[in-house]
């Protein structure tokens, strides 16, 4: 081969490198993400964003148990905002948020985040009110800022499998049984008469009358 054929085919070899690494970079900046996480919900209103907004319900198909909002809220301003409410329109469901220590509101810090879902994150739990059967569908989410109102989004509702088992809802702790009280009466009553009754009369002197104190 001669040396102007060399330089020609190394150049096409160059030329094909960063057009396939374009093609790559074309499916997105999160290619090689997506092909591990399904498509999430996510938008924005003024200085809040939602995101990777799921409904997950129990893995099983059918059975019974709590379901749970998840996902990450974003405060973009320099004032904290509250997650005042999250409802799902349309269903009976009743949203449930704790924040991730403590009791209280669940706040959103200023420039900061809030991650819904998962060991050691604020939760937002469903206890009833949401159909198993609503796996697959997108339901509508809404979220109630302090500041910023309401903001709605189209949340894919999925059983707690595979990658959405890190946020599996979990079942509320079932309440201890009544301890028995104290006080139960163990044996015969304290207090019960023992023996002849105190100050009852003695036997009368010899040679005497009782309770007179005369001797004959």
Same mark, same amino acid.
């Given at each position: 081969? $001669? +040396?102007?054929?060399r330089r020609g085919a190394l150049a096409a070899t160059a030329l094909v490198f960063p057009l396939a690494t374009l093609a790559a970079c074309g499916a997105g900046n999160n290619?090689? @993400?997506?092909e591990v996480k399904p498509d999430t919900a996510a938008t924005s209103v003024g200085d809040i964003k939602v995101q990777?907004?799921?409904v997950v319900t129990q893995p099983d198909s059918g059975a019974a148990g709590p379901a749970a909002v998840t996902g990450k809220v974003f405060n973009n301003s320099s004032t904290a905002q509250t997650?005042?409410?999250?409802?799902?329109?349309?269903?009976?469901a009743v949203v449930r948020l704790k924040p991730a220590k403590g009791a209280g509101p669940l706040t959103v810090p200023a420039l900061g985040a809030v991650q819904l879902g998962g060991k050691g994150n604020a939760s937002a739990m469903i206890?009833? %009110?949401? &159909?198993? @059967?609503k796996n697959g569908n997108a339901e509508q989410v809404v979220f109630t800022l302090s500041k910023t *109102?309401?903001? %709605?989004? +189209?949340?894919?509702?999925? &059983?707690?499998?595979?990658y959405f088992d890190q946020v599996a809802p979990t079942a509320p702790a079932a309440p201890s049984a009544p301890a028995s009280p104290s006080g139960s009466a163990s !044996?015969? &009553?304290s207090g019960s008469p023992s023996?002849?009754?105190?100050?009852? $009369?003695?036997? &009368?002197? /010899? !040679? !005497? @009358?009782?309770? @007179? *104190?005369? /001797?004959?």
């Open positions: 081969m $001669s +040396r102007s054929l290619a090689q @993400t997506d990777n907004i799921t997650i005042e409410s999250i409802k799902l329109p349309g269903t009976s206890s009833s %009110g949401l &159909p198993s @059967t *109102g309401d903001i %709605g989004v +189209r949340a894919l509702v999925v &059983p707690a499998r595979s !044996g015969s &009553p023996g002849s009754p105190s100050g009852s $009369s003695s036997s &009368p002197a /010899t !040679g !005497g @009358t009782a309770g @007179t *104190g005369i /001797t004959g």
